[in-house]
């Protein structure tokens, strides 16, 4: 089972910063949160990926709380080719098992 | 562009048939997964590669399906006497296992679809 639960869906004027929330109440010390997004019909697009600080690359930052149990993926400035479904997957650095466990995600929709 | 391409990128064949999906990781990627995703829902974990060597296999990969890696390169996936529910989209990831955390990235995927 996936170990994070995101909402189904969000809505965003476009321009706007899009915030997406990511609940992992049950991670644990060497877990890290890894987000990808995927548009229609395409691959996951991998974003970005975070241990305990906050990360910040050309396409999002990642915030992750004290107690990492939640976190937060921020577009800072959405575009309407940011409409897809963005995954919260986390998954153990080193684990004899390599798979990444996806849950639903959450449709973002950017609106003009 | 360097990233992992998937051939063919979309497959409709008939129930029974055989059919053969290609993979080509990042170069310098020694590990490669395959995935499997239906309508609506996020991609399921299949098989997974480090070099030649297949590691792991999900129970969803029954007796009809074979993956290889022959050298460490390509990657092949092949689905035997296809069916109806085999219908999806299989995803190819690739990752390095050097420095770091070893981040997975994705193919376009190869959309089958059987009649």
């Known amino acids: 089972d996936a170990k994070t639960t995101q909402p189904p869906s969000m809505d965003c004027a476009e321009g706007r910063a899009a915030n997406l929330p990511c609940n992992h109440s049950t991670i644990s010390g060497n877990e890290y949160v890894y987000w990808y997004r995927q548009i229609h019909s395409q691959g996951p697009q991998y974003i970005i990926h975070?241990?305990?600080?906050?990360e910040t690359n050309e396409m999002a930052s990642l915030i992750i709380t004290e107690d990492r149990k939640s976190s937060t993926l921020i577009l800072p400035h959405a575009t309407l080719r940011d409409t897809a479904v963005y995954y919260c997957?986390?998954?153990?650095?080193?684990?004899?098992?390599?798979?990444?466990?996806w849950g639903a995600g959450t449709k973002l929709i950017i609106k003009p | 562009d360097t990233g992992v391409s998937q051939n063919p990128r979309h497959k409709i064949t008939k129930r029974g048939q055989n059919v053969t999906f290609r993979c080509d990781p990042i170069?310098?990627?020694?590990?490669l997964y395959w995935y499997r995703q239906t309508l609506g829902q996020g991609p399921e974990f299949l098989t997974y590669f480090q070099n030649e060597a297949q590691l792991e296999k999900s129970r969803l990969l029954s007796d009809r399906f074979s993956a290889e890696r022959p050298k460490g390169s390509f990657s092949t996936l092949e689905i035997q006497r296809t069916e109806q529910g085999d219908s999806a989209m299989y995803l190819c990831?690739?990752?390095?296992?050097?420095?770091?955390?070893?981040?997975?990235?994705f193919g376009p995927g190869t959309r089958l679809t059987v009649l």
């Open positions: 997957i986390v998954r153990g650095y080193m684990d004899s098992n390599y798979q990444l466990i």
């Open positions: 975070g241990l305990k600080n906050n």
């Open positions: 990831a690739s990752s390095f296992s050097g420095v770091g955390t070893d981040t997975q990235y």
């Open positions: 170069s310098e990627h020694n590990r």
